[in-house]
């Protein structure tokens, strides 16, 4: 059994609970005084390495001949000193996907992802997020309150990726759902089934009727990916393409809705949104600490010891924000790791960017008189050691019209036609109208509106 060590240590700083939620920067800050790696615990008694230095994360992102994908090795797993059934292993597991392997079997599973990608036309990729977009915006634009995270940037990747993989509405649902529980190490165990079991009927039904989508694409590859092959591969796709997709697009509404060097601009007409993108990208990433790899035999690193078979977590954002990058290095440059680098580099990450820039975009077009419904640091962060997830993200505006676009979104949904329809004379949000800088109660939904986000995927889909 693992000793736990005191609060505060820094040769075993936690990296879950809400404390490391509300303020990572600072964490980060303290780790990087130990150099460019420091120990770290994921989840009780998971102990790592995380890597804090830009240039210290290259190398390890960069040199795949020392540092390992395959969690095969990973000691404390194997040897029974980490359960399988702690929070963070569906996350860490080894799955026969382009993730977690090296060499050639790597090359192979990812020439299948990157070939089916490369099928994506961005126009039409383009229009089926516009017309996502709009379609949720007509639910609460008239209602003059909003959860953006619950009532927007979680839904939307949701109806684009069943959209792209020809998922069956329900099908859709569970697998984000457990997707989610997975980042959030939340009965994790129990998720990962429900993430495994969905994408397995998902395959049984594209084996028995292809279409043209990408689960079926993937299956005509060359690569000839097997059963088990393939879940694993929609695993990796759908875990990239929707909880940090709804990361990235609440991430930077956050910072266009509070930070005055975007938000001025809002009101002139002028709306900076793949500055936000990149703001975001480099400084609240919405994967921030992954990348994990696992040195092939003992490394030092700068004095500091790499066992083999020792979990090496990369956090990009405190790379990205490692001090020998001054400021002026940040402005206009893509050079940041959210995307990770080297031979595991996002192959997606041109469409993320996109789905991500026309949601903020069409939002702000529609809806330009949006305000936070609370000060910015009362915003909660939801707690995990891999994302960096808002828990909400409230905002008030002048009730809008919808634009009554009855195909938007629905992509084979099979939705009814009134599902859309409004219910502004019924909803009273308890904060409406609250301003940022308000000292009132953390916002909560209104009455009839679901309360957990998930409760609300489903609500949508039933037309609730």
């Known amino acids: 059994m693992n000793a736990v060590p005191p609060p505060g240590c820094p040769a075993h700083q936690a990296l879950y609970g809400p404390e490391f939620a509300a303020d990572p920067a600072t964490v980060y800050r303290r780790l990087r005084e130990a150099g460019p790696t420091a120990r770290v615990e994921l989840a009780p008694g998971v102990r790592a390495t995380l890597v804090t230095g830009y240039d210290a994360a290259l190398h390890v992102l960069r040199s795949p001949e020392t540092f390992s994908k395959d969690p095969r090795r990973w000691q404390d797993l194997a040897d029974g000193t980490v359960p399988m059934d702690s929070p963070v292993v569906p996350m860490m597991m080894y799955r026969p996907n382009a993730l977690f392997t090296d060499g050639e079997e790597h090359s192979r599973l990812r020439g299948a992802i990157t070939d089916t990608l490369a099928r994506v036309e961005s126009s039409?990729?383009?229009?089926?997020?516009?017309?996502?977009?709009?379609?949720?915006?007509?639910?609460?634009?008239?209602?003059?309150?909003?959860?953006?995270?619950?009532?927007?940037?979680?839904?939307?990747?949701?109806?684009?990726?069943?959209?792209?993989?020809?998922?069956?509405?329900?099908?859709?649902?569970?697998?984000?759902?457990?997707?989610?529980g997975i980042f959030d190490g939340v009965d994790a165990e129990k998720a990962n089934e429900l993430l495994t079991t969905t994408l397995l009927d998902l395959v049984g039904l594209k084996r028995r009727r292809p279409a043209s989508d990408m689960t079926s694409w993937l299956m005509e590859h060359p690569a000839a990916l097997t059963d088990e092959e393939m879940i694993h591969t929609l695993a990796v796709l759908m875990g990239a393409g929707t909880e940090p997709q709804q990361n990235l697009i609440a991430n930077s509404l956050r910072l266009l809705l509070s930070d005055d060097r975007f938000a001025g601009d809002l009101s002139g007409g002028t709306l900076p949104v793949e500055d936000a993108l990149d703001e975001v990208l480099w400084t609240d990433p919405p994967i921030a600490n992954y990348a994990v790899h696992y040195p092939r035999h003992d490394v030092v690193h700068e004095g500091t010891l790499l066992r083999a078979g020792d979990p090496l977590v990369v956090s990009l954002a405190a790379a990205n924000t490692d001090p020998v990058l001054m400021d002026g290095q940040r402005t206009g440059n893509r050079a940041h790791l959210a995307w990770s680098a080297g031979p595991h580099t996002c192959p997606a990450q041109g469409p993320a960017r996109l789905i991500a820039a026309v949601a903020v975009e069409k939002?702000?077009?529609?809806?330009?008189?949006?305000?936070?419904m609370v000060p910015v640091e009362?915003?909660?962060?939801?707690?995990?050691?891999?994302?960096?997830?808002?828990?909400?993200?409230?905002?008030?505006?002048?009730?809008?019209?919808?634009?009554?676009?009855?195909?938007?979104?629905?992509?084979?949904?099979?939705?009814?036609?009134?599902?859309?329809?409004?219910?502004?004379?019924?909803?009273?949000?308890?904060?409406?109208g609250l301003?940022?800088?308000?000292?009132?109660e953390p916002w909560d939904p209104a009455p009839d509106r679901p309360r957990s986000g998930w409760a609300r995927s489903v609500a949508w889909w039933r037309g609730e």
Request: hydrophobic content about 40%; overall charge neutral.
């Open 378 to 432: 009362q915003l909660r962060w939801r707690p995990g050691p891999f994302h960096r997830a808002l828990a909400a993200l409230p905002v008030s505006f002048p009730p809008a019209a919808t634009v009554g676009q009855s195909e938007a979104g629905r992509s084979g949904d099979g939705r009814p036609e009134d599902a859309r329809q409004t219910r502004a004379e019924h909803v009273q949000a308890p904060t409406a």
């Open 124 to 180: 039409a990729l383009r229009g089926c997020a516009e017309r996502s977009a709009d379609t949720l915006i007509d639910r609460f634009a008239p209602l003059g309150t909003a959860d953006l995270l619950g009532e927007y940037a979680q839904v939307l990747p949701l109806l684009v990726f069943n959209h792209l993989f020809g998922c069956p509405a329900g099908h859709g649902v569970r697998l984000v759902e457990g997707m989610s």
């Open 435 to 440: 301003k940022a800088g308000s000292t009132a």
């Open 363 to 372: 939002l702000l077009d529609r809806i330009p008189d949006i305000e936070l």
